[in-house]
């Protein structure tokens, strides 16, 4: 059974920084993309990071350049997201995906609230 468990969401005051994990397990995590996709009340689904298997490819939307970061610990069959200067408007659901192409989601994870207060 294939598992992404997402965690480390929470409440933060605007500025704070938070560090959100997804642990895979079910795959060889090393053939895999991975990304991070938030969905807000009310909004579309966004696609925040991504990045490539093993060779260090990212992507970030707009609004998050800068101040997030992604990264995987493939050893440890694990993702990553940083977000640092975290806004209110970054407040949603966090969801890690995997996938072998585009778009990055064979498999999703339960999701993790972040919220994030003015």
């Known amino acids: 059974e294939v598992q992404l468990q997402a965690s480390g969401g929470g409440l933060v005051q605007a500025g704070g920084s938070l560090r959100l994990s997804c642990a895979v397990s079910?795959?060889?995590?090393?053939?895999?993309?991975m990304s991070w996709i938030r969905q807000a009340p009310g909004k579309e689904r966004e696609v925040v990071s991504c990045?490539?298997?093993?060779?260090?490819?990212?992507y970030y939307a707009d609004s998050v350049k800068g101040r997030f970061t992604i990264s995987r610990d493939n050893p440890k069959n694990t993702g990553y997201l940083r977000m640092n200067s975290l806004k209110p408007e970054d407040t949603a659901v966090y969801y890690c995906?995997?996938?072998?192409?585009?778009?990055?989601?064979?498999?999703w994870g339960q999701g993790t609230l972040v919220t994030v207060s003015s």
């Open positions: 995906a995997a996938g072998k192409s585009l778009p990055i989601d064979d498999y």
């Open positions: 079910g795959i060889t995590f090393d053939d895999y993309a």
């Open positions: 990045t490539s298997k093993s060779d260090g490819t990212t």
